[in-house]
DNA sequence: TTGAAAGCGCTAACAG
DNA sequence: CTGTTAGCGCTTTCAA
């Protein structure tokens, strides 16, 4: 039963009409007779036709395909970001497609490459430097472009992410009213504004507690670092404070590869050690005795991006209203950061 | 700085020749001489010629577009499988695009055609009861396909994934040497071969273990269950068990709840209550006292399917050699399943 | 070695 | 209300 896919041009010769016709009443377009109408749906639907995308996007020039451009397919927080965006478009009439960059760059270049190919309409794209060039292109081309968890610092291109400085700052505050006092940070070793951001918020916090900030109490792990160098990299960092109370990550990542450190040094949380990490996680709920996050507003970071989104698509004209946007997170208290009494 | 997107034409106009010269040049077709080709290639380089995919997509009918259709995006699972995948494709000149169905069957079909509409030239799918037809609709179009960790049982679409069967036997009999006798199952009410393969290692590892089989200590949890209502549920099956020292898990997603069930009745793993779970995760790995787990040859998986699907879309004729492909999986041991010496 | 021209499936102005 | 027709950008046959 090989059905060869049928055009509307065979639709027209089945039904003695033109070709016109035939995609006008697929359209809904002009006002065809209720006879003729009902022959040719009859007969599209029998032989199960389906328009062919590659021939509607190269006459009308939009493919009605959202591209999603982020760091790693897979991975919760752009998971859970994924879900509502293909929901969202999907209302809107359009698909998604997701394409993930490894935070390398050549590969991020590829792939808007790639989708620039007249494949989508509009994008949504997690920004790592070094893309800007690219990026830009692809705005001075028109084409709807929103950023998500990250931003060109001094580049006007609309995004949407947590505020990251403010949420740190929140959370380091909040370690310092529960009575740590000599709190270490860890974070990556990239130049993402996001990191930068969160570093920020902790000095700030520090500076207003009143804790005089002490660069050795900050860690930046390399990138590249494997799982297990990462690991011991941060039981040497550890080891060698003499009297850090506290701990914060600034992702998911490196709050997990913490935790095993913690855990190999044999280190009780939060009697000797307090621990928050940037990002909820399914295992900072459950480790025990539950890690204290920084929760990201995932639902309505992809909300916000995919309606500014379309709106960018829908309207006739250039009408970018807010072009940052900023939404703060929320602090998951757990076990990890109990409130020191002994002080 | 706009740069409107330049045609083969425009080249072209701009070179003083033909669309077909430009097209040889570009593809290194036909033989022209070397000073044309300079030129076209020196006016494309520079104006910044980019193909338009939906042209030949519609000329040729291939979009040189691979799609993947998993339950999620997001999860450890797809994500690292999808990362493979990509790579392997990119290396046939393949893009990759990803749909999720959220095991929603009408999600499925909706993904299915629109993908179906010239979208793409394969597909790698996570099947599921419900979406037999679309499939073998596909297969029936001469569209190649490759299953991935499932398969329809009776119907012959090839495809790759864990031996359930087989690894779930073995971590039974693992369970069984080390001594452990009520055993308990617990799995989810879904139609999946998948989870159907491994009941049936779990069975008949019991009836070569000579230890009787016990529906009561079988559980299969309501898919649809909120995360909270599932949790309780595990607790109320846990407790309902007199004498169960040990208890196999048949999903990642499953062995996570069922800690924090463990975790809430404080229970001792192992002492009161050794623990397995199916798909290795890192919180299985950070989870005191370390949890075993069948882990899953997601590379191979993802490797054997990428290739089985370049090999349908390369081969001039069908020779579909391996439809079946069962990979054995590995039991990660560690201290949630440590050898019973009282005993 | 190069060019003219047909046509992939569809939309939409323009005619009737 | 319906049909004719001209492309969208590209590949490819055939002819020059």
Redesign the pocket.
């Given at each position: 039963m090989i059905k060869k896919?049928i055009?509307?041009?065979d639709i027209a010769r089945l039904t003695?009409?033109?070709?016109?016709?035939v995609?006008?009443v697929?359209?809904g377009?002009?006002?065809?007779?209720k006879?003729?109408?009902k022959k040719i749906l009859d007969v599209a639907q029998k032989n199960g036709?389906?328009?062919?995308r590659?021939?509607?996007g190269?006459?009308?020039?939009v493919s009605k395909v959202i591209g999603l451009i982020v760091e790693t397919i897979g991975g919760p927080f752009f998971g859970a970001m994924a879900k509502v965006i293909e929901e969202e478009a999907e209302k809107a009439g359009y698909g998604v497609i997701y394409c993930s960059t490894n935070n390398n760059i050549q590969k991020g270049k590829d792939v808007i490459k790639m989708l620039s190919q007249q494949l989508v309409d509009g994008y949504i794209i997690t920004p790592m430097k070094g893309l800007e060039k690219e990026i830009q292109n692809l705005v001075a081309n028109e084409k709807p472009v929103v950023l998500i968890d990250g931003y060109f610092p001094g580049i006007d291109i609309p995004h949407v992410l947590v505020d990251n400085y403010g949420s740190s700052y929140n959370a380091i505050e909040f370690l310092i009213k529960s009575g740590y006092k000599n709190i270490g940070f860890v974070t990556a070793d990239l130049e993402l504004v996001q990191l930068n951001d969160r570093m920020q918020g902790y000095k700030d916090a520090l500076k207003a507690g009143g804790i005089k900030e002490d660069k050795k109490k900050i860690f930046k792990l390399p990138f590249d670092a494997e799982r297990e160098e990462a690991v011991n990299a941060i039981k040497t960092f550890i080891s060698q404070q003499n009297q850090m109370d506290a701990i914060f990550f600034t992702t998911n990542y490196l709050g997990i590869m913490g935790l095993q450190s913690i855990n190999e040094l044999k280190l009780n949380i939060p009697g000797e050690l307090a621990v928050i990490s940037f990002d909820d996680n399914e295992i900072f709920n459950l480790y025990p005795p539950g890690i204290t996050t920084v929760r990201q507003p995932t639902y309505e970071i992809a909300k916000s991006a995919i309606d500014m989104l379309l709106s960018q698509m829908t309207a006739e004209k250039y009408n970018i209203a807010k072009i940052k946007l900023q939404i703060p997170a929320t602090l998951i208290e757990r076990g990890s950061t109990t409130t020191l009494v002994t002080k």
């Open positions: 896919k055009s509307i041009k003695n009409t033109s070709i016109t016709t995609s006008f697929l359209n377009k002009g006002r065809i007779s006879e003729i109408s036709y389906e328009p062919n590659m021939a509607i190269l006459r009308t020039g």
